[in-house]
């Protein structure tokens, strides 16, 4: 049902580098799981509408101004860049997006 | 004081009335973490000095008749996929294992503004992906009623927590039953609130359309206590109700006369222990004896809940699971000046820091979601939520309650079900079509079955029309009253 290079093609779409244990692995399970969305399949849905989200409120605008609780508005940039693994003067470092 | 008889309502009285201090219950609960934590693993972060500084100021703010709210003062702990700022949040997960927010999110913010004192983080599958705490990426958490089974997920750490008296309660999230199964499996109460009743902002995202944070506490009354702290509209979250929220706990004592409740026959299912079904049938009788008028009922689409749940809930895993990208946050394999490029930061950064669960749900939301397979599974199963959302909403035209089990089993054991993802997707059966349709349920303790020479707990799950929260715990209070047994704790082995 769904064979190795279908698992790669997924693996590529996730961007997660997996070794070929792990693919061999994945497979077995995505296999088991889709054997058990078999059954769905067979249901007629045709005129069914599709549910996204279940409270029904729409066009949620909130007033155009910036909202910051004071209590919680980092006090340095510093503070807000704590988390990012490489940073320089402020700035987030990245890889090379567009090769030369 | 004994720990075994304290509930968040008796505890907050005794604060109300100076015969104990918040210093004194918070430095009760921190001893005990200290002495049976490291048997039972339900705590990743303990953060003893805040805590402690936390209670001295509510302390001297009772003093001074000025208590922030009610429950000021209370111990209580947080799942770790809640963003608390300045304290470590790891979702469980390698990936975040130094992750530091520089923001609270809105509930952190509402229990701060109410005056709580937060002991520490809640250990959980990692994500929130299971529904044993097996999948952590740190440790396993066990049943405190026998410590060779999971206290169940992914809110185990919580739900352990509290059964075992080592917090007064605990804010755990919810997207396929992640409060109610630990509660149901560790003997306390665990309510997930309608879709949008608390505020998801700075919660860690599992399955945006499903996800809710709500309380699991020792008593109904407890969890209304908290409710009424967490829920309520917030700006940083478009999706939160704009409903006034009631003093939840002061609507609890309409009798169970009359109250419409339903049983769905498909939630008895050959694959429940016989055993597990006697405590739900004791159940239904003690809300007879009381005048509830009992009918069942036949919800179709129950048997497509499961599948709907795992394409829907696993597609939107894989989207919210995509911000994880080795540079913003999170664990990395970059270096600046290397010379490593983009996709193989993306790709390493990712395949190493990314547990087997979150994985295998972002492969498989990603196989659901692909160009060919889309119609197929996701569509398809966007559709079938429509049907299981209207088997609910027909029930209730003329039920005020459904009644269901919890979990098929009582408590499995470590390891029983963690190489095999059908057979734990399983134990979710009877709580995962409640969040595609987005109502509100509560696991309620209903009694004990005997595996090994050791009591397990079972819960009993009690499901509401959407933002019937009130009604719900109301019911789920009066059973409480009827159920015919007292507040238990587990005996724990000190270490």
């Known amino acids: ?100 | 004081m004994k720990v075994q008889e304290l509930t968040i309502a008796k505890a907050s009285k005794l604060l109300a009335d100076g015969k104990i201090t918040s210093i004194e219950l918070t430095k009760l609960y921190l001893a005990r973490i200290k002495k049976f934590d490291p048997e039972i693993n339900a705590f990743l972060l303990v953060n003893e000095e805040a805590a402690l500084s936390q209670a001295r100021e509510s302390d001297k703010r009772r003093l001074n008749n000025e208590p922030k709210s009610r429950l000021d003062g209370i111990p209580i702990s947080l799942k770790d996929l809640i963003c608390q700022k300045n304290v470590k949040t790891t979702a469980g997960s390698k990936i975040l294992s130094n992750f530091v927010p520089p923001y609270d999110a809105t509930v952190v913010r509402k229990i701060k503004e109410a005056g709580l004192v937060i002991l520490g983080k809640n250990n959980l599958d990692a994500f929130a992906h299971g529904s044993s705490t097996e999948n952590s990426d740190f440790k396993v958490t066990k049943n405190p009623w026998d410590t060779s089974r999971v206290p169940g997920g992914s809110s185990g750490g919580s739900a352990a927590a509290v059964c075992s008296g080592l917090c007064l309660g605990s804010i755990g999230t919810d997207t396929g039953g992640s409060i109610r199964q630990p509660a149901s499996l560790c003997s306390v109460v665990g309510l997930k609130p309608t879709y949008g009743r608390v505020s998801r902002y700075g919660v860690i995202a599992m399955a945006s359309s499903l996800d809710v944070v709500g309380p699991i506490t020792r008593t109904v009354e407890d969890a209304a206590l908290l409710l009424e702290v967490i829920a309520g509209h917030d700006q940083l979250d478009a999706t939160t109700l704009n409903d006034p929220i009631p003093i939840y706990s002061k609507e609890m004592d309409s009798s169970l006369k009359g109250v419409r409740i339903a049983v769905p026959k498909e939630y008895f299912t050959p694959g429940m222990d016989a055993d597990v079904e006697e405590k739900i049938t004791n159940a239904i009788d003690k809300f007879k004896q009381a005048g509830a008028k009992i009918t069942e009922v036949l919800m179709p689409h129950t048997a497509y809940a499961l599948e709907t749940y795992y394409i829907i809930q696993p597609a939107e895993v894989s989207s919210n699971l995509s911000r994880y990208d080795g540079l913003r946050y999170g664990f990395s394999v970059f270096k600046k000046g290397s010379n490593q490029k983009l996709e193989d930061v993306y790709f390493n950064s990712r395949g190493q820091g990314f547990g087997n669960e979150a994985k295998r749900r972002i492969m498989l939301g990603t196989y659901v979601l692909s160009a060919g397979y889309y119609d197929a599974y996701y569509k398809k199963a966007m559709q079938l939520r429509t049907k299981v959302k209207m088997d609910f909403e027909n029930i209730f035209r003329s039920a005020d309650i459904i009644l269901t089990p919890v979990s098929p089993t009582p408590a499995f054991k470590i390891g029983e079900k963690s190489d095999d993802p059908i057979k734990m997707y399983l134990s979710d059966i009877y709580t995962v079509p409640i969040n595609p349709a987005g109502v509100p349920a509560i696991s309620v303790p209903a009694g004990f079955v005997k595996r090994d020479g050791k009591d397990l707990p079972v819960g009993v799950q009690l499901i509401a029309p959407m933002r019937k929260e009130a009604g719900l715990l109301n019911i789920a209070h009066q059973f409480e009253k009827i159920r015919g047994f007292d507040l238990k704790m587990p005996k724990i082995n000190e270490t």
Not at chain 1, 34 to 56: A, H, N, P, Y
Request: charged share 35%; net charge negative; aromatic share 4%.
């Open chain 1, 1 to 100: 049902m769904i064979n190795k290079d279908e698992v790669s093609t997924v693996v590529k779409l996730a961007r997660l580098d997996l070794t070929a244990s792990e693919v061999k692995k994945y497979a077995v399970h995505l296999e088991k799981v889709l054997k058990l969305f078999e059954k769905i399949k067979k249901i007629k849905t045709d005129d069914v509408c599709e549910t996204s989200q279940v409270t029904g409120l729409e066009n949620v605008c909130e007033e155009d101004k910036f909202y910051w609780d004071e209590n919680q508005r980092p006090k340095s940039q510093k503070e807000l860049l704590a988390g990012v693994p490489e940073s320089e003067d402020g700035l987030i470092i990245v890889p090379k997006v567009i090769e030369g």
